[in-house]
């Protein structure tokens, strides 16, 4: 089943922060947060496993609770070159195989 | 290191012709994957390799879509008749062990009239 990401969209000026969420209704072994630029190919920004850690990556972090199932991803100080759709693909416990399956994205805008 | 190459990366052809696509995945991925990302949606899964076996295809049509990967290494996803509703960009990405990092090629653009 797919995850669900909120907000749909946001809009910020350059500097301030963003949270984008993503759930699911299905125990999950891990969850991949990936930016897209139109056009592009996605563009890999972190994965989280099960156990409930939190990743960092200069101004990007994130969070995987796995009690609720739920993952945040945290752009602070945002800059322009942050701008994209940023999907969260989520990888099923216990199954064999470990396609991702993907949300439908949330639409970051940064602004001057 | 070179990344997940993939060719033709446009093509347009008519409903109920056939087309192919290829993907050459990064020295030494041992997992494959084809995601099919219609306009506007997120990418999604159409079938994984492990080698050259298939792990999950379950989202394949199978009616009219086939992949292979015969030697392990790269891989062609055929479908054949095109409908309309085939229009989409398809991704093939790689990595390295399942459950690891996937890596995304620059995806095919295909557009059925």
């Known amino acids: 089943q797919q995850p669900v990401q909120s907000p749909q969209a946001v809009i910020l000026r350059e500097g301030e922060d963003a949270v984008i969420n993503c759930s699911s209704s299905k125990a999950l072994y891990s969850v991949h947060w990936y930016r897209q630029k139109h056009g592009e190919a996605p563009v890999f920004l972190m994965i989280?496993?099960?156990?409930?850690e939190q990743k960092g990556h200069e101004k990007i972090s994130a969070s995987f609770n796995e009690k609720k199932q739920q993952s945040s991803l945290y752009l602070t100080a945002s800059q322009l070159s942050y701008s994209g759709t940023y999907f969260c693909?989520?990888?099923?416990?216990?199954?064999?195989?470990?396609?991702?399956?993907f949300g439908k994205g949330t639409h970051l805008i940064i602004q001057p | 290191e070179a990344g997940v190459a993939q060719s033709p990366r446009y093509k347009i052809i008519e409903k109920r012709q056939s087309v192919a696509f290829w993907c050459n995945p990064i020295?030494?991925?041992?997992?494959l994957y084809w995601y099919q990302q219609i306009l506007g949606q997120g990418p999604k899964l159409l079938i994984q390799?492990?080698?050259?076996?298939?792990?999950?295809d379950s989202q394949l049509p199978k009616d009219r879509f086939s992949a292979e990967r015969l030697k392990g290494v790269d891989s062609t996803l055929k479908i054949q008749p095109a409908k309309l509703e085939d229009s989409a960009v398809y991704l093939c990405a790689s990595s390295l062990v399942r459950g690891e990092t996937q890596y995304f090629g620059p995806g095919t653009r295909l557009l059925v009239l």
């Open positions: 390799f492990q080698n050259n076996g298939v792990v999950d």
């Open positions: 989280l496993l099960k156990g409930g």
């Open positions: 693909g989520t990888e099923k416990s216990g199954g064999g195989a470990d396609g991702l399956t």
């Open positions: 020295s030494g991925h041992a997992t």
